[in-house]
């Protein structure tokens, strides 16, 4: 069973390689699961997600990522990605002069075999269904990449980009923030649509109210740089209640 | 007497013998025209080399313009396609010296009076027209010496006209294919539209060979554009990566006529432009735009000039820069209003995409306002590839080659969306992409 695993990860910022964001962090996922991870502000979810998909501002001191058994530190944002890694972006870039439609043709078309061409109608097809799925006008294809977007907008053109994708696992940072309801849930059923044995998620989050849609099979909370409890939904439910005080206490009792 | 050094006279060259050669060959050719080259031919001897001290020549690299070695080259007449992927009109491609496709002007056009022909027998057919127009507005921003030994030694020349009232859908297309080493080309494209005409022309600059081969093109480009006229010019320049690459436009803009100029350079080890627009009429319009991937070692020396004369007339520019590896590009460009250029609104800009830090970007814009009651801005931008938007079509699974295709085709974009032609648009994107082929 294909699997993503964090093992004793130290990340830093590329210019401060001596000050750790993630100090130790471990973890396994596997298809067919959805880890959720929680934690306050600053704890290092984001750059946890960033170092894996390879972003050139932060640097892994040491531990190791491995994708089926090898490790991919030694590989290019886009080979980690056309090896199945996906990053859901918090921020996602705007890129003026390049249409949705080119965008995700370039990236499916760096998917298939040198020589192979594309499918355009095949294409088109596929993207369009997506598109009903995720209720993104058509006219979207023709506009610039999250040029303009609402925030909704553009965390349904990330979904839309992993649904063309197929990732075998994606990392998905706080997708749901600067959502309202209804976009939340067209996004968490975008996701609901792709899960089964062959996907795998880290899903990072604030909020509980996420975790109402996209029910985790595991729950991590993150301090500090690495995980300092795991447990099943009922563990985000605690957290939603009680806050993340109470894990810090626990820890400074420890 | 000491012995002659070993000199240039040792080499072929484009020396008095080969130029003898050339007149003689051409000796059916209108007595005018004959005496044009000679007096042409010796405006160059006795033109200088660009020198460091001449303002035009600032910045670029004056050691590399030796026209040392470089002969006219065989005829090579076997038959090529031209690159146009669209629909045309008509076109005449070029192999070195010889014409060697041309297909039929369509019917209804020649008996509108349209003509599309070769130089030569343009200048045997219609001696008068060429006469009238030929170097009529010459620009002078530098290349005087090279314009000089175009118009002596052009053999691969084109002529169209469209005649008052006639519009032309397709493109015309002409294109240069020069083969072999140091061989040199004198492309002379002469384009008149009559009152209210309309067309579009593309003229592609392209090596055959194994395009390593060390090559010479001085080019020169007369537009012109009766009252009313509008013209689309479309060039693209894709020489090899060793050829020394002269190209000069001039434009002439009259009263409510439109010139759009949309120049695509890619190619070459050292290229050199030069455009000239002359706003000669009330409501003249002219658009002056360019393209450039500037990769490898390469130079590119784009020098402009927009001259409004007549009153109410626009001009606007926008060169684009895509910069690459250690590659080197010099805009300069000077707006010029005359006195009597009141209500003139003219507009130059240089932007510049660095995306190698060992990439040089020259820019020199300049104004020069003899009239009181005009709108006039220039400036010029260099920005760096911006990292995020490399990472997000990354982390897409775009490799970085192809990613940096789509983001200088996105930064190109505001230019090629000046062209109504969609179909010529999507050409001329995929002609620069096959720039970022691995």
Known sequence: MPSLEIRDLFVALSATPDKPIVKGLTLTIRTGEVHAIMGPNGTGKSTLSKAIAGHPDYVITSGDVLLDGKSILAMEPDQRARAGIFLAFQYPSEIPGVTIANFVRAAVQARLAEGEDLDATAYYKRLYSKMDLLKIDRKFTSRAVNEGFSGGEKKRCEILQMAMLEPTFALMDETDSGLDIDALRIVAEGVEAMRGDKFGVMLITHYQRLLDYIVPDFVHVMYDGRIVKSGDKSLALELEAKGYDWIKQELATA | MSAPALSSSALPGLDSVLF??????????????????????????????????????????????????????????????????????????????????????????????????????????????????????????????????????????????????????????????????????????????????????????????????????????????????????????????????????????????????????????????????????????????????????????????????????????????????????IFSGLIIVEPDAQKTDAYQKNRNLMLSDEAEAHSLPGLEIRANDVRCSHGSTSARIDSEQEFYLQARGINPTEARRLLVSAFFEEVLNKLDDEVLHSALTALIASQFKR
Do not use: C
Not at chain 2, 148 to 169: H, I, K, M, Q, R
């Open chain 2, 20 to 329: 003898a050669a050339h007149l003689s060959e051409r000796a059916s050719l209108p007595a005018w025209w004959l005496e044009a080259k000679k007096a042409a031919w010796n405006q160059f001897l006795a033109l200088p080399q660009p020198s460091r001290t001449d303002e035009n020549w600032r910045f670029s690299n004056l050691k590399d313009l030796n026209l040392d070695g470089f002969t006219l080259p065989e005829d090579a007449s076997q038959k090529i396609a031209s690159s146009a992927t669209f629909p045309q009109t008509a076109e005449l491609v070029f192999s070195n010296r010889q014409l060697v496709t041309r297909s039929t002007l369509p019917a209804d056009l020649a008996a509108k009076g349209v003509i599309f022909a070769p130089l030569d027998e343009a200048l045997r057919d219609h001696g008068d027209l060429v006469k009238q127009y030929f170097q009529k507005h010459p620009a002078s921003l530098g290349s005087e010496k090279f314009v000089a030994l175009n118009t002596a030694l052009t053999a691969s020349g084109a002529f169209l006209y469209v005649p008052a009232g006639v519009e032309v859908a397709l493109p015309f297309v002409i294109q240069h294919t020069l083969t072999g080493a140091n061989v040199a080309t004198f492309p002379h494209t002469l384009v008149v539209l009559g009152p209210r005409a309309k067309a579009t022309v593309v003229e592609f600059f392209v090596s055959g060979g194994t395009a390593t081969e060390r090559q010479l093109a001085a080019g020169v480009n007369d537009l012109h554009a009766a009252e009313g006229a509008q013209l689309t010019y479309v060039g693209a320049q894709h020489w090899s990566r060793e050829t020394l690459s002269f190209q000069v436009n001039s434009i002439a803009v009259e009263r409510d006529a439109r010139v759009l100029a949309l120049n695509l350079h890619l190619g070459g080890r050292q290229s050199r432009h030069e455009s000239h627009s002359r706003l000669l009429g009330p409501g003249a319009h002219s658009e002056m735009l360019a393209l450039t991937v500037a990769s490898g070692a390469r130079e590119f020396d784009q020098r402009t000039l927009q001259t409004h004369i007549a009153p109410n007339t626009t001009s606007n520019l926008l060169y684009k820069n895509a910069l690459l590896d250690t590659a080197k590009t």
